[in-house]
């Protein structure tokens, strides 16, 4: 299975940037690198997606390394309401048109305020 | 749009019972997948249906079981409960047009007791 690696905790303080790292070196070159974020006592929520280039939406950005082997989600000014986990994903194929999400231990983001 | 819902949100069974967990979809979505979360194991995936068929399955026992109806509505049997089965079982649905792409959006889960 493609594994991704990221830290298991990281802090921020509210209205400040987070980057947060994940680590993907056996990426295959059809892999498409997925966000979700966990809120507490709530189901996971899509984040952001992207192949090679960085891509942007209205809850965040995604950096992708040009080696593709490492990418960073970054929210460009944290608030309370970003404190939750979150998992970097990647979906091969699995077969009959399904593209499993795999969800690793995520990062568990604090924000201080 | 009408999120993803799951019935019921809560439940209290005892060993060796049997359970049925319900999901319905987003309109629109043709397909469900399950997944298991826990503290020790994090979130699992159970099984994926599409148009009422399993296209996909994680490794789990067989005493987990689902079904897709012909609305897309799905269900979620476990038998024979065991301790270990106490988590909160998430639902998502997607349009499931078979992109790798695909966005799962997620029900708030059922979470079961197993007493």
């Known amino acids: 299975d493609a594994k991704t690696t990221q830290p298991n905790s990281m802090e921020s303080n509210e209205e400040e940037p987070v980057h947060l790292p994940c680590n993907h070196s056996?990426?295959?070159?059809?892999?498409?690198i997925h966000w979700y974020r966990q809120l507490p006592s709530q189901g996971p929520e899509y984040v952001i997606h992207g192949l090679t280039s960085n891509v942007n939406n209205r809850m965040a950005s995604l950096a992708i390394a040009e080696d593709r082997k490492s990418s960073t989600l970054i929210l460009h000014r944290a608030t309370l309401r970003d404190a939750a986990v979150y998992y970097c994903i990647l979906r091969p194929y699995s077969g009959a048109g399904s593209y499993q999400l795999t969800f690793g231990k995520g990062t568990k983001l604090s924000v201080i305020p | 749009k009408a999120g993803v819902t799951q019935t019921p949100r809560y439940l209290i069974k005892t060993r060796g019972q049997q359970v049925t967990l319900s999901c319905s979809p987003i309109s629109g979505h043709r397909s469900v997948s399950w997944y298991q979360q826990t503290p020790g194991q994090g979130l699992q995936f159970l099984f994926e249906y599409f148009s009422e068929t399993q296209r996909n399955k994680g490794n789990f026992p067989g005493r987990f079981s689902g079904r897709q109806f012909s609305n897309s509505r799905s269900e979620m049997n476990v038998s024979t409960l065991e301790l270990g089965d106490s988590a909160l079982y998430l639902c998502?649905?997607?349009?499931?047009?078979?992109?790798?792409?695909?966005?799962?959006?997620f029900g708030p889960g059922t979470r079961l007791t197993v007493l």
């Open positions: 998502a649905s997607s349009p499931g047009d078979g992109a790798r792409t695909d966005t799962q959006y």
């Open positions: 056996t990426i295959s070159g059809t892999d498409y």
